[in-house]
């Protein structure tokens, strides 16, 4: 391999994507908190009219922070870590740098067109799959672009061994693909349409019933292991050992660990069908399987932990370890929270109730959300050539999204298992308890207690935003890139 | 350490407090999937703390080390460590129990999860066999209430009284108004033994005479046009024992037969019961809504 | 080790995506058709309903209201017999949900009726104090969407080979004769109405969001 200190990294895409991070990150999470305080108090329904009320505007948090905030974080890092452990530069390839750059436009136009379009009620209303059709299309084409750079980018690399991060965010590319295509099969119905003027925007299912449902919720599972999940351990592999400079704690955690987690996730989407009408046999798969997954779940984020070993003094001084580090930890509570869930006798319960939602946010706010933010906190410096403008401002940030997540999670554990007892509690004569309605006034201090730790997750992300701001505008000039642990102001 | 070890199990503690104490209502021990969920619960937040405090254990006081692999990417460096052997012998414990969950102890060809509903069912009569057997009054009423809570109280209110008009006002038998329609329309839905109400029985101030008395309970003298409303229903307005129905007061009867039949009227439409409820259930509620009135 | 994969990027995503591609066609292939199969009895839904159908899904009701009856006790006691999957060959997309905010609606309409979906539409707290669903007053002014609702069954008509115009079966007919046929179906509805705009339209042969969403929920059984 040839010496390449004099590699420049070409940095702009990832510019644009941090920054798409953080503004449907705050659209996203804004949305969320809304959402939470509607269903606290729910006159806060109708200020908008028909646009306001909580079904319209929920698919526009989970597609806002799933494929806004999230999947934004996931396309930033990959230009970054990418380029520096393949050792390439994107500068070197006219065509890499056009096919990036429009795999940039497009996608954001996306987003844009996505919230615009749920605002009008265009979804499909399969869930994380309820763009319509035609934005559909232009998902395809820049996934595709996407991949376009991923390969090229591979392909043009000086390092010969494609390093552990690079196998998680190809694992996504691919199995994204292929989910999104399967389960988006649908038909614009203005084409069959008689003479009927039929809109254009609509289309129709290509499944039925219990097969739509199947083929969704294989779609639904998935799309959390690879948006939620496989990336973003992609990032742990990578910005983990930099910032801190330890070398990971063992390759053949990492290696078993990956095609375990490969292996065993796709048979585990059963587990949101359990007790539906889909035959027993899918249903066991899905329950057994997803105990299974525990291991190779465990074992990155175990590996990540042992790569601290000895590091504890790192854990107290900086709030970027300490982000990654409790991100491991919540990524091991929620990764055996759903399996644990997914066992029939306990989804009986816990299906349809909020401990769904509880389960939902322990994985993205304390895992997917605290991954994602570490990973710009520590790129800035390296993009910008300055220092993290405010130390204080991200220990702040981190305690107050920390209460936040546990408010979060406590409030919906108990809400939801509480909902789902009293569902199926039965009076001494033989008759259900409670009624439907006294099952939802019992949450109501739940939801408040939620819609306020929401509330701080938010302000907390408002407290990253001017942090990164503050940064890329003011932060103390660098001369040279720092190699492990990122400078900060105090 | 031994700090967070004692956080960790006073976080435990308090989480499984605070949820037995909230579901404590609705916590029913004898349904063990209620048990399941609690355990399953406590094995969640238990497993996950003590497995991370283990780790940290290490980050404090053990130190990095191993043989490093030859690639080198942007600076970092890989251990060729042996897996943890806990984890490696738990994953492959967890495959054979999978194999072990799949073939041999629910497997699929005998396991269905209706075979397991017809049981819980069959167990749930078993349990309140003597309960539903020989009711007692206060029992009757007890269950009635209950079952109309759920059921009914959506379109009648908790109290019964039908939120502002929106269903029937179950504490007093009719309104004017609809006796009027009644007699103007007449009714065929309830399916009493004499058959269809027909229409314009009384008109004019007679209609408004008759309304008035049976809307106030039929109280005090019955106006002479009344004649014509008793041939069927009796002078006292009871429904000469079911024939038709009874208009001066609820009886089971009456509920029974709009519970079979539903009923659209002038407030609106009440659906059919039908197979919803249990023939006990069923006298339950009747004899619940009659208490109601008789307290008014 | 395994660094001779890893050295092989393109092999390594060949690898990598049969061993993620493989489990989703061994789970879901296999009972495929059997699943499709319509229970006796269950029919496809009308133009009317359909439409009806499209607001549900515009307004996102599945976002707290599942439509899956589950076999338990508790569950069948208070909505009613359990699904089987041949009761939904009819529903593209299904609408399960996976969060019951609200009641489930698999079997509402057993046991609700036009009216009472007429008051709490317009106001749900009214009806159910305590209530958090929202208040959907915009769809006793927005107008149902009938024409794309046609265009829908009539699609799965002629591309999923849905059974309409069969015996037994609704009948779709010409564009022309749907709309009037939903029309009539919609007099039907609003009939048992009591909001007076809202009869108005249906008298001028409009079709408002709310008469088609009541529709579909009494077709729910
Ligand atoms: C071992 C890994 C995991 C397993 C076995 C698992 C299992 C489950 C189960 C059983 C459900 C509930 C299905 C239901 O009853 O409705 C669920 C829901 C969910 N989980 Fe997980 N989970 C895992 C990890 C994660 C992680 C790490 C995340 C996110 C970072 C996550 C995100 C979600 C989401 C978004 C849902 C909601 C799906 C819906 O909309 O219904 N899961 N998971
Ligand atoms: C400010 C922080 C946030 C708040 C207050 C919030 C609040 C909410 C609320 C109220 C819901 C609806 C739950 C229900 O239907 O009962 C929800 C759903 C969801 N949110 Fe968030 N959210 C936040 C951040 C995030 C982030 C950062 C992500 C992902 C990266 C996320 C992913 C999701 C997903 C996947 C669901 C669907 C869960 C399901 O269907 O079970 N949320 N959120
Ligand atoms: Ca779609
Ligand atoms: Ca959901
Ligand atoms: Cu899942």
């Known amino acids: ?490 | ?296 | 080790m395994f660094h001779w994969l890893e050295q092989k990027p393109f092999f390594f995503a060949v690898v990598l995506f049969l061993t993620v591609a493989f489990a989703g066609f061994v789970t879901i292939v296999p009972d495929f058709a059997k699943q499709s199969q319509p229970t006796v009895g269950t029919k496809p839904y009308t133009v009317l309903e359909l439409a009806g159908r499209q607001v549900y899904i515009k307004d996102s009701c599945n976002a707290c209201h599942s439509q899956l009856i589950r076999p338990f006790k508790s569950e069948t006691d208070r909505y009613g017999m359990y699904s089987l999957s041949g009761e939904y060959a009819y529903d593209r997309p299904f609408l399960w949900g996976s969060k019951r905010a609200g009641p489930d609606l698999m079997r509402v309409g057993n046991y609700r009726t036009t009216d009472w979906h007429e008051n709490h539409m317009m106001n749900p707290s009214d009806v159910v104090p305590g209530t958090v669903m929202p208040k959907y007053p915009h769809q006793f002014t927005n107008m149902a969407d009938l024409a794309t609702a046609y265009a829908n069954a009539n699609t799965q008509k002629e591309l999923f080979g849905v059974p309409y115009d069969t015996d037994g079966m609704p009948k779709l007919g010409s564009w022309a004769e749907a709309e009037a046929q939903a029309k009539e179906d919609a007099k039907l509805i609003a009939s048992d109405m009591k909001n007076q705009s809202v009869k108005d339209a249906v008298a001028n042969g409009q079709v408002p969001e709310i008469v088609a969403l009541i529709a579909y929920l009494n077709s729910l059984k």
């Open chain 2, 1 to 296: 350490m031994k700090k967070m070890v004692i956080g960790g199990i006073i976080l435990i503690v308090a989480l499984m407090a605070g949820t037995y104490f909230v579901a404590g209502d609705a916590f029913q021990s004898d349904d063990y999937i209620n048990t399941l969920t609690m355990i399953g619960a406590l094995a969640i937040i238990a497993i996950t703390i003590f497995t991370v405090l283990k780790y940290v254990n290490q980050i404090k006081n053990d130190t990095a080390s191993g043989e490093l692999v030859d690639e080198n990417w942007d600076g970092i460096g890989e251990y060729t460590n042996a897996i943890p052997s806990g984890w490696g012998i738990i994953f492959i414990g967890t495959i054979i129990w999978m194999f072990w969950y799949f073939f041999v102890g629910y497997p699929t060809n005998q396991f269905s999860q209706i075979g397991q509903y017809n049981e819980e069912v069959l167990e749930n009569n078993a349990k309140f066999k003597s309960v539903w057997e020989n009711p007692t009054d206060e029992t009757l009423k007890a269950m009635g209430e209950s079952v109309f809570l759920v059921q009914c109280a959506p379109c009648h209110g908790v109290d019964a009284e039908g939120i502002n008009g929106k269903a029937q006002n179950l504490t007093h038998r009719m309104s004017k108004e609809q006796v009027l329609s009644v007699i103007q329309n007449g009714q065929q839905k309830l399916g009493y033994p004499m058959g269809a109400m027909p229409p314009m029985m009384a008109q004019g101030a007679d209609a408004e005479a008759i309304a008035t008395y049976i809307a106030g309970g039929m109280k005090g003298e019955a106006p002479v046009a009344f004649a014509a409303c008793a041939s069927c229903h009796g002078a006292d307005g009871k429904g000469m024992n079911g024939m038709s129905p009874n208009i001066a007061e609820y009886d089971e009867k009456l509920v029974t037969k709009v519970l079979e039949h539903g009923k659209k009227g002038v407030i609106g439409t009440m659906p059919s019961f039908k197979g919803r409820l249990n023939p006990t259930q069923e006298k339950a509620v009747a004899s619940f809504l009659t208490s109601i009135k008789a307290g008014e």
């Open chain 1, 1 to 490: 391999m040839q010496s390449n200190a004099q590699l420049e990294y070409d940095y702009s895409i990832v510019k644009a994507f941090t920054f798409a991070t953080i503004l449907f990150g705050i659209i996203g999470m804004l949305v969320g908190v809304i959402l939470s305080f509607q269903l606290a108090f729910p006159e806060l329904n109708n200020l908008a009219g028909e646009y306001g009320t909580f079904g319209r505007l929920r698919p526009l948090h989970t597609n806002g922070v799933a494929f806004g905030f999230t999947l934004s974080g996931i396309f930033a890092t990959w230009y970054y870590v990418g380029q520096r452990t393949l050792k390439m530069s994107l500068n070197e390839s006219k065509f890499l740098m056009t096919v990036a750059k429009l795999h940039f436009g497009l996608y954001f136009i996306t987003i844009l067109l996505a919230v615009v379009t749920f605002l009008m009620g265009f979804t499909t209303s399969k869930e994380y799959a309820e763009l319509e059709w035609p934005l559909d299309l232009l998902v395809v084409v820049w996934w595709v672009l996407w991949g376009v750079a991923m390969f090229g980018m591979i392909g043009m690399r000086r390092e010969r061994t494609i390093y552990v991060a690079i196998w998680y965010y190809m694992s996504s590319f691919l199995a994204i693909a292929m989910l999104y295509l399967f389960n988006n099969m649908e038909v614009p119905t203005f084409l069959w349409s008689g003479d009927a003027p039929s809109s254009l925007m609509h289309s129709v299912s290509m499944y039925a019933g219990s097969n739509d449902a199947s083929v969704q919720w294989w779609y639904g599972h998935n799309a959390v292991a690879f948006v939620f999940t496989a990336p973003i351990i992609g990032m742990i592999y990578y910005f983990l050992p930099k910032e801190s400079g330890q070398n990971i704690f063992s390759y053949k955690l990492s290696l078993l660990s990956f095609w375990g987690l490969m292996f065993v996730y796709l048979w585990a989407g059963g587990h949101h069908l359990l007790y539906s009408t889909v035959p027993d046999w899918m249903q066991t798969m899905g329950s057994t399987m997803s105990v299974v997954l525990i291991l190779p779940s465990w074992g990155s984020a175990i590996n990540m932990l042992l790569t601290m070993k000895g590091e504890w003094q790192q854990l107290q001084t900086s709030p970027l370890i300490k982000f990654m580090i409790l991100a491991s930890t919540f990524y091991m509570l929620s990764t055996i929270e759903g399996p644990i869930q997914a066992i029939k006798s306990v989804n009986a319960i816990a299906h349809f109730t909020d401990w769904i939602p509880g389960h939902v946010h322990d994985g993205v706010l304390g895992w997917v959300g605290f991954m994602t933010m570490a990973s710009l906190f520590h790129m800035a410096p390296r993009m910008f050539k300055r220092e993290i403008y405010s130390k204080s401002l991200m220990e702040t940030q981190f305690w107050l999204q920390t209460v936040g997540i546990v408010f979060y999670f406590t409030s919906m554990w108990i809400a939801g298992i509480t909902q789902g007892m009293m569902w199926r509690a039965y009076d001494e004569y033989g008759s259900l308890l409670y009624s439907f309605i006294d099952t939802v006034e019992v949450l109501h201090p739940y939801y408040t207690i939620r819609a306020v730790g929401g509330l701080f997750y938010l302000v907390g992300f408002f407290i990253f935003a001017y942090n990164i701001y503050k940064t890329a505008t003011a932060g103390r000039v660098l001369d040279k890139e720092p190699a492990n642990a990122s400078p900060m102001a105090s």
